[in-house]
């Protein structure tokens, strides 16, 4: 009997959790990503609410969005996962790339892929409540 409320019950919730989010109605954030900072900081996102990040690189180099805890942790919209690869994002100069994702609860940490960056300052932090 216990063995058959348990598979009804899984019956009723999974097609509520295997929905897809919203993407449409999903707000957009904008992450601008400048000469040796990336703005704003910290980023704050709720979590479990799917959300549309805008990446912008307003520099004249190339830049990578390194958060691998907090890309692995979110669910990414199908066709967006292949931008982050391994948790790395990167954009050429002028680029601009959206990535819609439903991020989990945590703190992270955001960084450039390259130590010169890093040390004059491109990092964040990404809060998610």
């Known amino acids: 009997m216990r063995v058959l409320l348990l598979l009804l019950l899984f019956l009723v919730t999974a097609p509520a959790l295997a929905q897809e989010p919203e993407w449409r109605t999903a707000p957009e954030y904008d992450v601008l990503m400048r000469s040796f900072a990336f703005e704003p900081d910290p980023i704050r996102l709720e979590a479990g609410r799917p959300v549309k990040l805008r990446f912008v690189n307003q520099g004249q180099a190339a830049f990578s969005f390194v958060a691998r805890g907090f890309f692995r942790a979110a669910r990414i919209r199908s066709g967006d996962a292949d931008a982050v690869r391994n ?43």
């Open 87 to 129: 948790g790395v994002l990167r954009l050429a100069p002028g680029e601009r790339r959206t990535i819609a994702l439903v991020p989990a609860r945590g703190r992270y940490r955001a960084r450039s892929n390259n130590l010169f960056h890093r040390l004059l300052g491109m990092s964040a932090s990404i809060i998610v409540e």
